[in-house]
């Protein structure tokens, strides 16, 4: 199936860049690193997802280390991110339009893996939403920052949507470039909805600290 | 061997419910996340030491990608927690006692299955220990709080305590399941009275900051 | 290859026990921590690079697990530094020294072991470095410091080149004894230059936070 795969590489690779960039950019924003600590922030970040999904899937050594392609694009993104972190803070959104972006294409790109290892559309659907937020919950540990995943409502939920809708194509077989896509761009709309609305879930009642 | 296999099976869920009430309360408690989130870090604390456990030893996917049962209880022990957080958090210790008793599940099936997939006696009580211990860590370390594992003396010892009981019944041929009330039955008890009496190991001596 | 896994050995308990001394003396230093902790915390700094390389070679269970002196040597470690944290204090540059012992085993024996394990010249390079900053980065994420990986250039810069004169004198089939001990040295003095002068790669551009 040299299409899916390639498919699969696309959307592997262009979620590795923008999570490495997303990571560069928190690094030199939030905890002022040298150019070390950007790369290895980035790195982080951009393969964290995969990583952890692989080890899941029992695929070892994980794609990053079987694939040059995924270390030399990480490390690219820290360092555009490195370079152009300057220029780049005027815009007071891009760091999180950025991650939206990453977390868009990993969620599909994690479903589908996940399904090709031969797990069920359940777990495919959970694993997708792994290999989106993996890489963004280490960045936000190594730099002591309680994790997106658990303090926004709307991060983990569109990632689940993204990977459901990927494992929903991909069991009808119409799973391709078109459904990717879509699956990507509905993940990324709802979370870009959450971020510009500051959207979260419902909380649990109140509790009293007398 | 089916009377085994179903004892794990419900160790591994008790244990996992357990852990999963453990850590949606503690995520309603210390940081007031919303249902996305308290449903995250319920399953993180539930299946985070079973998970560590089966890449150690090899058991990939993990029994939770394989086994539907595992995701659910997790889920539904999660959601417990953010529905009751109101009455239980009349209770004080209630979320030492839980965490205590997924503790005592966990050190039992986790040196159980250890042994099961071919590891020495040694190995098998570290990797129950693990078990036990590592959903609470993760809980920890995403919410940023000072492990347990590390500031309790009374946390990892009672877990070892359970698993040599289990490892020893195993070597002895009399492991069902009398030995495996026997062995959670002690850890839970040694932890409840570390709880109870604040109970440390012996600190190193004390060093002067002039 | 008897000479080559004796060496392998060799480098592999060496970096063991610095690193558990390392982590023992940090968490008495920094935490004072109990016994339990201070060997929890010693043997995750030991224990942890290693085990993270061996999930991605693949080699699981991890040789931690399959071979009993790995887990003594770390244990050992970790309980001389409880028991001489006090008298080691006196020396001021102890803790980051040791550390720079650790760093120089590790990234000598990962990246020979990814390489035994099949992985390319880039990959066991990097594989090298992550069993040697590995560690570290597990024991400050659990005492809640940022990882010296992000924070100091001349961490990860010296890990990388001892690790990449390993896997080139072993693709020029010089590697032996004396290889190995040149790449630790060569790790080893760059890290105390960096450590004494605290050194650091270039930052970013300073961005004004008006």
């Known amino acids: 199936m040299p299409i899916p795969s390639l498919l699969q590489l696309v959307l592997d690779l262009t979620g590795t860049f923008a999570f490495a960039l ?20 980035g790195m982080v970040t951009a393969l964290g997802g995969g ?3 692989d080890i899941m899937i029992d695929s070892l050594p994980p794609a990053t280390f079987s694939d040059w392609r995924y270390l030399a694009v990480a490390a690219g993104g820290a360092l555009v991110a490195f370079f ?8 007071t959104m891009t760091i999180d339009v950025v991650d ?72 009808l077989g119409i799973y391709g470039i078109p459904a990717a896509i879509t699956a990507a761009a509905v993940c990324f709309l ?11 879930a419902p909380q649990a009642p109140v509790i009293d600290h007398e």
Chains 1, 2, 3 share one sequence.
């Open 22 to 41: 997303n990571g560069g950019l928190t690094a030199v924003r939030a905890a002022r690193l040298d150019i070390v600590g950007v790369l290895t922030t």
């Open 51 to 53: 990583i952890l999904r």
């Open 84 to 91: 152009l972190a300057r220029p780049l803070q005027r815009f």
């Open 100 to 171: 939206a972006f990453g977390l868009s294409f990993f969620c599909v790109a994690g479903a589908s893996k996940a399904l090709e290892f031969g797990l069920g559309a359940g777990q495919a659907v959970i694993l997708g939403a792994l290999t989106a937020v993996g890489g963004g919950t280490l960045r936000d540990v190594l730099l002591r920052r309680v994790p997106t995943v658990l303090t926004s409502g709307l991060y983990a939920v569109p990632a689940l949507i993204g990977a459901a809708i990927t494992v929903t194509a991909t069991l």
């Open 190 to 200: 709802i979370r870009l909805i959450g971020i510009r609305y500051s959207l979260n």
